[in-house]
């Protein structure tokens, strides 16, 4: 149960970007996942090109995948805003598939993972032992879900994205530059995932078919969470993490992802708002 906590809070920042985009652009991010895979595959290569510790490299890849997502939003999503939500949702699953299949092209199927010197450092504490590298896992991560959240509650733009998710015709009347503030929360959306990508690619292995799977974990995540609520999204995370590491233990581990589907679908008919009440991010 201890190493589900850790791995819990690792997958909410997974899930970050994608609950931050939906609750301020009302938008169903499907690249989400290829993504957060892009993100494992720049601290792969960041670490084999230039022999860095993954986690120096964690803001090359939020600023290098953040980036990238820039015009996707910019020249791609916005201009299909006005048709409706279907139409962005349905360009970012035609995104990830191409997305997919050019890694494919370009790195292979072969399966990758991000070696770290922490990697087989056990910690014992008491009777309890997991891997040392699930707490540096889980403490980065925490440390940029509070970051985030600061920014937000804090910051001159953290007041505009909450007003462009409230009601971004009003916010634009009183002079928030609402196309801005979804571009850049789009960017943060991406950067959030390329970092929770390369610590993916720390703990597990990865190809590029492996981003569906954090993509359905992620939504898990944001329905327990509440869309749009970042500490949500954090408590979420450790739930699922904890449920799937009580499956695993009790059911067997190829149960752990069944659990997940079973919880998705059980908050969404009991609780389609979540644990915490989703919010404005």
Not at 43 to 72: N, R, Y
Not at 101 to 115: G, H, M, V
Not at 209 to 235: C, E, H, K, Q, W
Request: proline share 4%; with cysteine.
């Amino acid at each position: 149960m201890a190493s589900g906590f850790l791995l819990g809070g690792t997958l909410a920042l997974t899930a970050l970007g994608l609950s931050i985009v939906l609750g301020v652009m009302r938008l169903v991010n499907l690249a989400h996942g290829i993504f957060l895979i892009a993100g494992a595959y720049a601290g792969f290569f960041l670490q084999q090109a230039l022999g860095l510790d993954p986690f120096v490299t964690l803001i090359v890849v939020a600023v290098v995948i953040g980036a990238a997502a820039l015009p996707v939003q910019r020249y791609l999503l916005e201009p299909l805003a006005k048709y409706g939500a279907e139409a962005p949702m349905m360009t970012t699953f035609g995104l990830a598939i191409v997305l997919e299949n050019l890694f494919l092209l370009k790195f292979s199927a072969d399966t990758r993972s991000i070696e770290t010197s922490a990697a087989a450092v056990p910690l014992q504490i008491g009777p309890i032992s997991v891997p040392l590298i699930y707490l540096i896992c889980f403490a980065v991560s925490v440390c940029i879900i509070l970051a985030v959240h600061l920014v937000v509650v804090r910051s001159s733009f953290g007041r505009d994205l909450r007003a462009s998710a409230i009601d971004p015709g009003a916010a634009a009347v009183v002079g928030v530059d609402v196309r801005r503030v979804h571009t850049l929360t789009f960017a943060l959306g991406a950067a959030c995932a390329g970092v929770g990508g390369t610590l993916i690619g720390v703990l597990f292995s990865f190809t590029p078919a492996s981003g569906a799977n954090y993509l359905l974990t992620d939504f898990t995540i944001v329905v327990l969470g509440g869309m749009g609520n970042i500490l949500g999204t954090l408590v979420g995370g450790i739930v699922l993490g904890v449920l799937q590491s009580v499956a695993g233990i009790v059911l067997g581990d190829g149960y752990r992802d069944l659990i997940g589907l079973v919880v998705f679908l059980a908050m969404l008919a009991v609780r389609p708002r979540g644990l915490l009440k989703g919010h404005a991010a």
